[in-house]
């Protein structure tokens, strides 16, 4: 089954949602048991497939709007014609109205689903940036605890010379 899109901006918009449903597979697995299901990628064509028959319902219905509308300004009278063409006009405007709102609907589910699926590897690669930082802020805590304080020095400098004194006394 295919479906041929022949407007450029459907194209376009049909390219981005792909690009949206690859970003979403190539995230899924970091997101281990936290979604369901295990395996994305028929959800995803789905959608895909969902939203190419909208936008090729789409440009079927901007053709027919075109033509319905060089029909208008064609010479055929105000009669019961012309009544027939802007009525079906209308029906075409607002059947186009409800699949544009459609594909919106799609595209955007796709874009946040990757988007979410994004962010919480970025915040997952963020916490393991924090916890390198703080690992190494510990380590060089620890190192800094380690030298001698400065009242450590002065005592040990005094117990030295008392040592030293004893030893000339004795010596």
């Known amino acids: ?18 690009a949206n449903a ?10 281990e ?45 105000a009669g019961s014609l012309f009544s027939v063409v802007t009525d079906r006009q209308a029906e075409i405007a607002q059947r186009l109205t409800d699949v544009d709102a459609e594909v919106r609907r799609r595209a955007v589910q796709l874009r946040t689903l990757a988007g979410l699926c994004q962010d919480f590897l970025d915040h997952r690669a963020a916490q393991g940036r924090a916890r390198l930082r703080v690992t190494a802020a510990e380590a060089l805590l620890g190192s800094l605890r ?3 304080e400065p009242d ?19 010596t």
């Open 33 to 77: 048991r936290l979604a369901e299901p295990g395996d994305p990628t028929p959800t995803l064509e789905r959608a895909l497939w969902d939203l190419a028959q909208a936008l090729a319902e789409r440009g079927e219905l901007r053709a027919a709007d075109r033509d319905l509308r060089a029909s208008v300004g064609d010479p055929i009278g």
């Open 22 to 31: 690859d970003r979403i597979r190539l995230t899924w697995p970091a997101l």
């Open 1 to 18: 089954m295919r479906r041929y899109l022949t407007d450029p901006r459907d194209r376009t918009e049909f390219e981005a949602a792909a």
């Open 152 to 170: 450590l020095v002065a005592r040990t400098e005094v117990v030295l010379a008392a040592y030293r004194e004893l030893a000339d006394e004795y």
């Open 146 to 148: 380690s030298r001698p």
